[in-house]
C-alpha cells in the first residue's frame, strides 16, 4: 500500500515513516501542501492509498489542502492533528476528510484506521487488494480437509464439524478468505474485535493457539514474525499435517 505523509515536521515524519515501512506501508512524504498536491497529480507511479494530512502547514491551511485534494483526487484523506474540538472535526470531515485522528494517538488505531479507510473506499492497494477467485456467498471454502461453510458459520475437518467460539469463526473465516495472503495483527483486530490494538494482542494470540489445537492442524495458520498470520492451504485430500487423536 502506498501511503502519503503530509508533515511538516521532518522529526516527526521520520519517526512515523519508520513504523509504518514496518508494517509493510510504502510512505513518500509532501512537507507542505504545494508538495501534497503535486505528488497527487497523475502519473506513473502507482496511485495513493491514503492521504495522512497534518493541518499546521507552512504554505496553507490543512483544511484548505484537503478542500483542494477533493477537487483534484478521490484517494482518501485522514486528518491526524492535534486540533481536538469538535468543531475542527466537524468542519474536516465537511470539507471531504474520510477520518480524522488527534494527537496523541495510538500508532495501532491509526494503522487500523488507514485499513479501515482503504477497505471502505476500495483504495488501489489496500489490505487484501490482491485479486483472487471468491466463492459465491452460499459457496462452502474447501481448503484440503478443511471446509469453512460461511452462511451456516459451520467449519470441519474430513467431514468432522469442529465447534468453535464466534470469534474464533470469525478469525478463521477471515484467513480462510485470503489463503497464503499475509494479514497483519491490527488489521485482524480490527476486522474480528472491531477495535484497536492496544491491549488486544494476547487475545488474538491465545485464539490462533485455540485454532490450532481445535483443529489439530498446527501447520495451518503460519506466523510471520513481527507481522502478522496467514492461513496456509493444506494440501488436498485427508489431512496432511493434521495430528492423529491422542490416546
Not at 234 to 247: E, K, L, Y
Request: glycine share 10%.
Amino acid at each position: 500500500m502506498r501511503l502519503l505523509l503530509v508533515e511538516d515536521d521532518d522529526h516527526v515524519a521520520a519517526a512515523l515513516s519508520a513504523v509504518l515501512s514496518r508494517h509493510g506501508l510504502t510512505v513518500v512524504h509532501a512537507r507542505s501542501g504545494g508538495e501534497a498536491l503535486q505528488a497527487l497529480l497523475p502519473d506513473d507511479a502507482e496511485p495513493f492509498a491514503v492521504v495522512l494530512l497534518d493541518l499546521g502547514l507552512p504554505d496553507q491551511d490543512g483544511f484548505e489542502v484537503c478542500g483542494r485534494i477533493r477537487k483534484v483526487s478521490a484517494t482518501p484523506v485522514i486528518m491526524v492533528t492535534a486540533r481536538s474540538d469538535v468543531r475542527s472535526r466537524i468542519h474536516g470531515l465537511n470539507l471531504g476528510a474520510d477520518d480524522y485522528v488527534v494527537k496523541p494517538y495510538d500508532t495501532g488505531e491509526l494503522l487500523a484506521r488507514i485499513h479501515a479507510v482503504s477497505r471502505r473506499t476500495g483504495a488501489p492497494g489496500g489490505p487484501g487488494d490482491q485479486p483472487v477467485e471468491e466463492p459465491g456467498p452460499a459457496e462452502p471454502l474447501r481448503l484440503g480437509p478443511l471446509t469453512v461453510e460461511l452462511p451456516t458459520r459451520q467449519v470441519s475437518v474430513d467431514g468432522a464439524v469442529v465447534p468453535l467460539t464466534r470469534k474464533e469463526f470469525d478469525l478463521l473465516a477471515l484467513l480462510a478468505q485470503r489463503p497464503g495472503v499475509v494479514f497483519r495483527r491490527e488489521q485482524i483486530i480490527s476486522e474480528v474485535w472491531r477495535t484497536s490494538w492496544e491491549g488486544t494482542g494476547r487475545t488474538l494470540e491465545v485464539h490462533i493457539a485455540s485454532l490450532r489445537a481445535k483443529l489439530r492442524m498446527p501447520a495451518l495458520i503460519e506466523t510471520i514474525r513481527g507481522v502478522g498470520y496467514r492461513l496456509v492451504a493444506p494440501a488436498a485430500g485427508p489431512a496432511a499435517g493434521v495430528r492423529p487423536p491422542g490416546p
